[in-house]
């Protein structure tokens, strides 16, 4: 079934069908740069002075130029951009990480793109619960897409043709031994942290951890088990992963497919984007893990 065909069986509006054939080829096309562009320094940075690649401008590019050309998208929010940007007339809004995990290019590990779908005029004052739809992509080995319409999850893996055939539905995530402890630096003045650790390690969870969270979470969601930690500490409370370019629309993904999301005390998909750059601490996976994380660091 390709991904035009499981939309239509689903009941999405000809918009978000369309939206969806936009993303399909920005996934397409940034999978093409991976593979043959440069994967050095871009010589700028975003506006949270982190330095961007090439491939982070290119990637930025390819989605908000194929956006702005989709009627039905009227606003865009990225990562890379310094502020949210009017691209039309259309209802419906698209946030995004265009490429996640983007230091690990140059080494050739995986890495991914992360999209959020809202019907809104601005993404200010928006929860991950409002959105429409959400997916990752993960550049691998094989290009793949995850996504959720609010029916559940499924998989789709793109062909020599660029087109995307459904490789697995009904994605669930239950319970096992497997663990993605992000921003480890927390345990070192965390000791809440660094006993949660211990407990994953005494009970001999597999160590799953790629340094990129699309890939991690995507290993939680295809695996069906797991746990994938990012706590903040000391100068950075909130971590480092924001809720609308990253948290939300992964959280959004883990919800439908059964497993859970919190920042140690709310649910990720309630919190409120009082800024586009917001960050959380993010637990998220298998449900009773996430109850565990919230009982050791809540
Ligand atoms: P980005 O490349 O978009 O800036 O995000 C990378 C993120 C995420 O993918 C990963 O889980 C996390 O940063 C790793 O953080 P550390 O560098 O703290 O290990
Ligand atoms: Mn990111
Ligand atoms: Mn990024």
Same mark, same amino acid.
């Given at each position: 079934?390709?991904?035009?065909?499981?939309?239509?069986?689903?009941?999405?509006?000809?918009?978000?069908?369309?939206?969806?054939?936009?993303?399909?080829?920005?996934?397409?096309?940034?999978?093409?740069?991976?593979?043959?562009?440069?994967?050095?320094?871009?010589?700028?940075?975003?506006?949270?002075?982190?330095?961007?690649?090439?491939?982070?401008?290119?990637?930025?590019?390819?989605?908000?130029?194929?956006?702005?050309?989709?009627?039905?998208?009227?606003?865009?929010?990225?990562?890379?951009?310094?502020?949210?940007?009017?691209?039309?007339?259309?209802?419906?809004?698209?946030?995004?990480?265009?490429?996640?995990?983007?230091?690990?290019? %140059?080494?050739? =590990? &995986?890495?991914?793109?992360? /999209?959020?779908?809202?019907? $809104?005029?601005?993404?200010?004052? #928006? @929860?991950? %619960?409002?959105? =429409? &739809?959400?997916?990752?992509? /993960?550049?691998?080995?094989? $290009?793949?897409?995850?996504?959720? #319409? @609010?029916?559940?999850?499924?998989?789709?893996?793109?062909?020599?043709?660029?087109?995307?055939?459904?490789?697995?539905?009904?994605?669930?995530?239950?319970?096992?031994?497997?663990?993605?402890?992000?921003?480890?630096?927390?345990?070192?003045?965390?000791?809440?942290?660094?006993?949660?650790?211990?407990?994953?390690?005494?009970?001999?969870?597999?160590?799953?951890?790629?340094?990129?969270?699309?890939?991690?979470?995507?290993?939680?969601?295809?695996?069906?088990?797991?746990?994938?930690?990012?706590?903040?500490?000391?100068?950075?409370?909130?971590?480092?992963?924001?809720?609308?370019?990253?948290?939300?629309?992964?959280?959004?993904?883990?919800?439908?497919?059964?497993?859970?999301?919190?920042?140690?005390?709310?649910?990720?998909?309630?919190?409120?984007?009082?800024?586009?750059?917001?960050?959380?601490?993010?637990?998220?996976?298998?449900?009773?893990?996430?109850?565990?994380?919230?009982?050791?660091?809540?």
């Amino acid at each position: 079934m390709t991904l035009s065909e499981y939309l239509k069986e689903q009941g999405v509006d000809d918009a978000l069908h369309s939206i969806f054939m936009t993303l399909k080829e920005a996934v397409a096309s940034i999978a093409e740069a991976i593979k043959i562009s440069d994967k050095g320094k871009a010589g700028t940075e975003n506006i949270y002075g982190e330095e961007q690649l090439a491939l982070d401008v290119l990637s930025d590019k390819i989605l908000g130029e194929l956006f702005k050309k989709n009627e039905h998208v009227g606003l865009v929010a990225s990562e890379e951009l310094p502020d949210e940007m009017s691209v039309g007339e259309g209802e419906y809004a698209a946030c995004y990480d265009p490429l996640d995990g983007s230091s690990l290019a %140059d080494v050739n =590990l &995986a890495v991914g793109t992360i /999209v959020g779908i809202y019907k $809104t005029d601005t993404f200010v004052g #928006v @929860k991950g %619960d409002d959105q =429409l &739809a959400s997916m990752i992509a /993960v550049y691998g080995p094989s $290009t793949t897409m995850i996504l959720t #319409v @609010k029916k559940g999850v499924v998989k789709f893996q793109m062909d020599d043709k660029g087109e995307f055939v459904m490789c697995k539905s009904d994605i669930q995530v239950g319970e096992g031994k497997m663990f993605a402890p992000g921003n480890l630096r927390a345990s070192a003045v965390r000791e809440d942290y660094l006993k949660l650790v211990n407990y994953w390690m005494k009970e001999q969870y597999t160590l799953r951890y790629s340094g990129g969270m699309v890939p991690d979470i995507n290993q939680i969601l295809l695996k069906g088990k797991g746990i994938f930690s990012y706590p903040g500490y000391g100068d950075t409370p909130d971590g480092k992963l924001r809720i609308l370019f990253e948290c939300a629309p992964m959280s959004l993904l883990m919800e439908q497919a059964g497993g859970a999301s919190t920042d140690g005390k709310v649910r990720v998909l309630e919190k409120i984007v009082e800024r586009l750059d917001q960050r959380t601490p993010i637990f998220i996976g298998s449900k009773e893990e996430v109850k565990r994380c919230e009982e050791y660091l809540g």
